[in-house]
């Protein structure tokens, strides 16, 4: 260290390094205002600039302050980022073991990473002219585009975004050009905040059992309550958050609401509109940059008083919190699988202790985290028993497959039972988690499994687009080739996928209106929300879907489900298979039904005496989650132990292993009670043509684990051999592939 006569930036950038770079503060800034929490605009290396934000400022430096370069510009007038937020945000980066200045920057919002100014841009907006309104519509008969467009914007409260057309239309800019032509649609430029204030709102009174869990939160919220509100689908958790969203705003406060999907966003944000009076924004990767900006701009400065949005909306700053809620909280997507892979439930459990607001985790399905949390009177627990409108619980029936004949992947039972349900005008729903035709593509002769050449994985074949996929990297292979092991073009698929199963039913129930949702059939943008409607309106008599149906939506005329496979969750080599299985099925079959008709969910499996399917059939999700926690802790598994896991990829299989051995030693010189597993080869050995090898860290003590965690990533830097390989680390990880 060396102390110096001026004052020096400590400034973090965008790149993955575990440390800060100095740099002179310019003669120009006024030392009385500290640059902290700004961006600059800094040299880095030879030629280049780069964008990074101050952290710190002092006049020591290890750099002799001959040797530092100066700041060339400060980009922002005020901090973007205060000292709690700053210090929150360390702590995260320790925590993860994340280099902080990727973790500061991937918490931003793109546009501002590119040094963008901090400002709130006006946008055009469309809405229907004066002349519009009064038009006959019949004269545009022929223009059926212009029609479409003309009748969407009728039928909103207030002008449309670009977001909204793009949402609902292909191109339609020429056809709203020619609609302004004709006068019939004007623009207008203002401020964007993409959701407008309703006019007809509703108001909904809680049910006994709801109102006394609104009570308890808002006692609670005194004290920054902490909650698990573990309610079955359908009793009514949303109408619970949203009374909570307006006692928080009525107090002058802001909601933070984190959903799983963006596929969910339009459906929380209509329900919260009519109920909500104040500004509610939007945050997730579907936005414009511009978007995204000033929704954290409003966020920020507490003009937005609601906030909804997916995993990354956890960063968006607030003035005054009052509430976050995470619903949905045993979705993994809220875990970041790639980057800093951080999990945005724990954050916004941080947060809320942090900035002093009440946390709500909702939930049909707790995770065995949160249920552990609760064990430990981290969280508290709010149970909803009941569904609105005493809506019946579904019931179970098992079927053997067992020896038993099938129609591609159904079974007698299940399309008798189909075939009443649609002759009595209600509706199907089958679940199948996979999809594309079939998931393995086998030779006839000798039994050689066509398999990606860069990953160790079985292609998926694709009928509507006559190829295979890879399903990890997305590399397609004509359909058609020759066994490789002997040269046969007998190559027969197995298995079922969702795309196999449509043409199974389209077999058998050829006047039946059958829909497909899955990842490939809800690609176009509106498509999965055109899909509920046409859901809800009984157009449909067969929905077949993966977990995509699991999620959000209430499908009241379905009165049968159908779990096509429920075995793949019971045998896997992971330790969550069982909880993930059980909360998809409890999920799934949580969609059907209503008090005038019950629901019925069957399942088909080969193991119909497997202890933890006896449990699910018998629709008690907390007895069964309860068991796989004794299990857990039986065999010390998470939430009992904490994991970090040490991953390594690399072209030649040496590389990687090598890594991790010294990774391994290393680790022992620091610390030798800690439990170390591997290397040991990735379930996942190949992907993209690189081997992949992973180290396994168990520790009882969550302490423990991180201070010995921060030695070892220092050494982790000086391993030669790091360059070569890829290499990453996973705190906490949700999946061990
Ligand atoms: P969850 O979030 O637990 O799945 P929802 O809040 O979505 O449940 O409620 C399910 C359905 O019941 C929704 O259509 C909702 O509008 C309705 N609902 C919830 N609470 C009430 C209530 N107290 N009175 C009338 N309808 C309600
Ligand atoms: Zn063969
Ligand atoms: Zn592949």
Not at 417 to 422: A, G, L, T
Not at 542 to 563: E, R, Y
Request: aromatic content about 6%.
């Amino acid at each position: 260290m060396t102390k110096s006569n001026r004052i020096i930036a400590h400034v973090v950038l965008p790149v993955p390094v575990r440390r800060h770079f100095d740099y002179l503060i310019p003669d120009n800034q006024s030392t009385r205002h500290p640059l902290i929490g700004k961006r600059v605009l800094v040299p880095f290396g030879k030629s280049r600039k780069k964008v990074g934000l101050v952290i710190g400022q002092s006049n020591l430096s290890e750099i002799p302050p001959d040797k530092l370069k100066a700041i060339e510009n400060v980009i922002d007038e005020s901090p973007l980022l205060n000292d709690k937020q700053l210090n929150l945000l360390q702590w995260i980066s320790n925590y993860y073991l994340a280099p902080i200045g990727d973790l500061i920057f991937s918490s931003l919002p793109p546009i501002l990473r590119l040094g963008h100014k901090l400002e709130i841009k006006r946008e055009i907006f469309w809405q229907v002219s004066a002349t519009g309104k009064t038009t006959d519509k019949s004269s545009l008969s022929r223009a059926k585009k212009q029609l479409a467009i003309l009748g969407f914007l009728s039928n909103l409260d207030g002008p449309s975004s670009r977001f909204a057309l793009n949402e609902q239309f292909h191109d339609w800019r020429n056809p709203v050009n020619e609609l302004i032509k004709k006068g019939l649609v004007e623009t207008i430029e203002r401020e964007s905040s993409h959701l407008d204030h309703q006019s007809d709102f509703i108001d909904i009174i809680l049910n006994a059992e709801q109102q006394n869990a609104f009570e308890l939160i808002c006692k609670g919220m005194e004290t920054n309550g902490r909650f698990l509100l573990d309610g079955v689908t359908g009793s009514g958790k949303t109408e619970i958050y949203i009374k909570v969203i307006q006692k928080v705003v009525n107090l002058g406060k802001q909601a933070l609401v984190l959903v799983p999907e963006i596929g969910l966003t339009p459906h929380f944000i209509t329900r919260f509109k009519k109920r909500i009076n104040a500004e509610i924004v939007l945050v997730h990767s579907g936005l414009t940059d511009n978007e995204r900006l000033q929704a954290w701009i409003k966020a920020k400065n507490g003009t937005a008083k609601v906030i909804i949005g997916t995993r990354s909306a956890v960063w968006t700053p607030m003035k005054s919190p009052g509430v976050i809620i995470v619903d949905e909280e045993h979705d993994p997507s809220y875990k970041q699988q790639e980057g800093v892979r951080y999990s945005a439930k724990d954050i916004a459990i941080l947060r809320s202790r942090d900035e002093k607001a009440t946390i709500i985790l909702g939930s049909a399905t707790p995770s065995l985290e949160s249920l552990h949390n609760v064990e430990k009177n981290k969280l508290n627990r709010i149970t909803l028993y009941t569904r609105v409108e005493n809506a019946q619980p579904p019931k179970f029936k098992l079927i053997d497959l067992r020896g038993k004949k099938l129609h591609g992947a159904l079974s007698d039972e299940l399309i008798e039972s189909m075939r009443q349900v649609i002759g009595d005008k209600k509706q199907v729903l089958l679940f199948q988690n996979r999809r594309g035709y079939s998931p393995v593509q086998m030779c006839h002769e000798c039994g050689w499994i066509h398999k990606c050449d860069r990953c160790d994985i079985p292609l998926t074949f694709h009928k509507h687009l006559n190829r295979l996929l890879c399903h990890h990297c997305g590399i397609q292979r004509p359909q058609g080739d020759a066994c490789q092991e002997c040269s046969s073009t007998e190559i027969i698929p197995v298995g079922h996928g969702t795309e196999r199963l449509y043409e199974t039913l389209s077999e058998l129930f050829p006047d039946a209106n059958i829909l497909r949702i899955d990842r490939d059939t809800t690609r176009h943008k509106g498509a999965m929300n055109s899909f509920t409607d046409k859901i809800l309106s009984g157009e449909i008599d067969i929905l077949v879907g993966t977990q995509m149906l699991a999620k959000g939506h209430h499908f009241p005329n379905v009165t049968l489900v159908g779990i096509i496979d429920a075995d793949m969750g019971l045998y896997s080599n992971d330790f969550r298979a069982g909880e993930k299985m059980g909360q998809m099925i409890t999920q799934v079959s949580g969609r059907a039904g209503r008090a005038s008709h019950p629901g019925t969910v069957m399942i088909q499996t080969h193991y119909p005496d497997h202890p933890l399917i006896r449990l699910l059939i018998q629709n008690d999700y907390q007895n069964f989650a309860q068991i796989q926690l004794t299990e857990r802790k039986m065999v010390n598994l998470p939430p009992y132990i904490y994991q970090v896991l040490l991953r390594a990829e690399g072209y030649e299989i040496d590389q990687p292993l090598n890594f991790l051995r010294q990774s391994e030693t290393k680790l022992r010189n620091i610390a030798d009670n800690l439990e170390i597993f591997g290397p040991y080869p990735s379930p996942i050995e190949k992907r993209r043509g690189r081997y992949r090898f992973q180290l396994l860290i168990h520790s009882e003590k969550r302490s423990e684990l991180q201070k010995y965690m921060h030695e070892w990533v220092n050494k982790l830097e000086q391993i030669k051999i790091g360059n070569k390989v890829r290499w990453s680390l996973d705190v906490d990880p949700i999946d061990l592939l």
